[in-house]
């Protein structure tokens, strides 16, 4: 079984500063973890994305379980801290 600490720094690798939906940073981790050698369901990595949004390591808008009508990118500063 792969490390969640595996699948965060995939996931992690593929999350930008500009929104990306769910559904293509999902497909873009599993292919870089099989390239890796690492099988792992996109229903794994989309629980990890869950984990990530939950600790405030990735922000995101709409329901993460709906693949195609959510986004994920890194955390944005405030303004006032800029």
């Known amino acids: 079984m792969t490390a969640d600490s595996d699948i965060d ?11 990306r939906k769910t559904a293509m ?3 873009k981790t599993e292919e870089a973890l099989r390239k890796a050698g ?11 994305l869950e ?5 405030g390591d990735i922000e995101s808008q709409g329901d993460l379980t709906l693949w195609h009508n959510s986004e994920v990118r890194l955390p944005q500063v405030k303004a006032e801290e800029r």
């Open 25 to 27: 940073v999902l497909a």
């Open 51 to 55: 984990a990530l949004d939950a600790r």
């Open 9 to 19: 720094r995939a996931i992690m690798q593929m999350v930008m500063d500009p929104w």
């Open 38 to 48: 690492v099988q792992v369901s996109w229903d794994d990595i989309a629980g990890r």
